[in-house]
């Protein structure tokens, strides 16, 4: 088996990085940009070139590309550091959700537009008595005319402040067994009703919202697939969210700069710096090898599941563990928040470390990964 890149993916991978090396955006922290680098502006340039929506058919503003030449091209940004995520929900699982199982008005209306960059969105599922247990979900949709009224309230929603529409599930049929009463809807955020109020996380950075529906019409022909079937479109859209490379590379950018601090400072002459910092380096690999699995499947047609959920649990649970390591190496300086005058790295060290518990919550918890490939994946009992 030949394991290396085609010449033409290595030519795309120097691509990405010449643009990357003219186009990127300075900023201060380089972390996390695919959840807090909001700049519509950059989108544009990456979908003037294509470089969003790139496995989608040209028809619909794709470019009909491989799931690898994604991945390389994701790789890219994030390596990085790129500020990405006006586009990323959109471009991860939005045009894919669409593209499987929207109208042909649809898919003509909103992916050219995803692919573009010229839209974004956020993603309404949770609720506060319905996170694991998504299917308890209590977000009513009944209808009237040519319309649904909305009423309840999501919460956890990223990005909500910031995004043009929502991806949002709703109950729509109340007397229906809990799974087989969910519907999935498009819904403009500008709509009257809609409220997001801000959740400030333990970094000081507002992200996450609650957002309230309060009748709130949504025109029917906004419903993805079928009517109480949403439950099961929901389960492979989590699976585009939960297996890409962003899982292992969200901190990747302060992972070589503490590795070049371990070289500059001579930290890396402690044995015990040295063998922390070889461990991260074996473990980001077995991520990324994860990873690339992913993409073969989707490459062959598959939509990745117990190896989506393997891909995440391990991923995330590196990006614990890196930021866990970071801050013992930086000692007292880790403990430096963004924006001080001093220390090294600029904070960047404690902003991760306090994030970084939300890796293994969001997207799904480990424990409920944990359960798809125990049942799924070795086929033990439910
Ligand atoms: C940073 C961040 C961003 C997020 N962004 C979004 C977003 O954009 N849109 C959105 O809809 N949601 C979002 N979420 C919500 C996320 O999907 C939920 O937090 C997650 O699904 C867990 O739900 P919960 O928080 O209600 O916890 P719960 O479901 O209440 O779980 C609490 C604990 O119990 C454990 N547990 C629950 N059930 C089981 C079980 N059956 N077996 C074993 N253990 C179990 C869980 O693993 C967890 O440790 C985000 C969350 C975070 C942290």
């Known amino acids: 088996m030949d394991f290396s890149f085609t010449p033409e993916q290595e030519r795309f991978r120097e691509e990405v990085r010449h643009f990357l090396d003219r186009e990127l955006p300075q900023q201060e922290v380089t972390e996390d940009r695919w959840l807090f680098g909001f700049f519509p502006q950059f989108s544009r340039k990456l979908g003037e070139r ?11 503003g794709g470019q009909a590309r491989s799931y690898l030449d994604r991945l390389i091209l994701t790789e890219e940004l994030l390596r990085y550091g790129a500020p990405v995520f006006a586009h990323w929900f959109g471009d991860r699982q939005i045009g894919p959700a669409i593209l499987a199982h929207g109208t042909e008005e649809q898919k003509r209306e909103f992916l050219p537009q995803i692919a573009k960059g010229e839209i974004s ?35 956890w929603t990223t990005g909500a402040h910031l995004a043009h529409f929502c991806y949002l599930v709703v109950r729509t049929d109340p007397s229906a067994p809990k799974h087989r009463g969910i ?14 109020r801000p959740l400030v996380d333990m970094t000081g950075a507002h992200e996450l919202n609650e957002v309230f529906f309060d009748n709130v019409h949504v025109p029917k ?7 109480n079937r949403g439950w099961y479109q929901i389960a492979s859209q989590l699976d585009y969210e939960r297996s890409g490379i962003e899982r292992v590379m969200s901190n990747y950018p302060l992972f070589v700069d503490i590795i070049n601090l371990a070289k500059e400072e001579g930290l890396g002459k402690d044995p015990l710096v040295r063998y922390k910092l070889a461990q991260l380096g074996i473990e980001f690999e077995v991520g990324r090898l994860f990873c690339y699995r992913v993409a073969w499947l989707l490459s062959q047609g598959i939509v990745p599941n117990y190896e989506a959920a393997m891909a995440k649990t391990f991923c995330t649970e590196f990006e614990q563990r890196l930021a866990n390591v970071a ?7 880790g403990q430096l928040m963004p924006g001080s005058k001093m220390g090294l ?16 919550m ?9 359960n798809i490939v125990g049942i799924r994946g070795l086929g033990l009992p439910s």
């Open 50 to 60: 294509g470089w969003i929506g790139l496995t989608w058919p040209k028809e619909y």
């Open 121 to 155: 969105f956020c993603v309404g599922m949770s609720e506060t008595e319905a996170g694991s247990d998504l299917a308890s979900l209590q977000t009513k949709a009944s209808t009237e005319g040519d319309w649904f009224i909305i009423n309840g309230q999501k919460v």
């Open 183 to 196: 519907s999935e809807l498009i819904v403009d955020m500008k709509s009257p009703g809609i409220t997001a």
């Open 221 to 227: 022909k906004m419903l993805i697939g079928q009517e």
């Open 327 to 333: 801050s013992q190496i930086m000692g007292l300086y």
């Open 345 to 360: 790295l600029k904070g960047r060290v404690a902003r991760a470390y306090l994030y970084s518990p939300a890796y293994t």
């Open 362 to 370: 969001q997207g799904g918890t480990s424990e409920i990964l944990r």
